[in-house]
């Protein structure tokens, strides 16, 4: 059974970090791309990295690229988000999806992504 499932989340002051964990089990994590989405309130879910399988160059959305870094470790069947200098508008429910075997990254998002975790809630507090 595929599972993905991130922890990590909580509340934070502006200018904070915090590390969100995503953890894969019921498959290879190493032959698929990972990426993080996130969706805030009354808002879509929108992407915000990626990384590939093979191919160590992540991949950020502009409002996060230089705050946000992305990072796995297949021994660990784990993708991590290091998020830093938090702001406000980074408030939302985080989640991490694996994308279609054998595709990699699509700029920032997974090509197609297949499986999803239940997601972990960042919140900014300014």
């Known amino acids: ?4 499932v991130e922890s990590g989340g909580g509340l934070v002051q502006a200018g ?3 590390r969100l964990s ?11 791309a990972i990426g993080w989405f ?14 590939g399988q093979s191919d160590p160059r992540p991949f950020y959305v502009d409002s996060v690229r230089g705050r ?6 297949n021994a660990k069947k784990t993708v991590y988000l290091q998020m830093n200098s938090l702001k406000s508008e980074d408030t939302a429910v985080y989640y991490c999806a694996r994308g279609r075997l054998g595709y990699y990254c699509s ?17 900014v507090s300014s």
């Open 1 to 4: 059974q595929v599972q993905l």
């Open 16 to 18: 904070g970090s915090l």
């Open 22 to 32: 995503c953890v894969a089990s019921g498959f290879t994590m190493d032959h698929y």
């Open 38 to 51: 996130r969706q805030a309130p009354g808002k879509e879910r929108e992407g915000v990295s990626c990384i």
């Open 68 to 73: 946000f870094t992305i990072s796995r470790d």
């Open 107 to 123: 700029g920032y998002v997974p090509y197609e992504p297949t499986d999803w975790g239940q997601g972990t809630q960042v919140t």
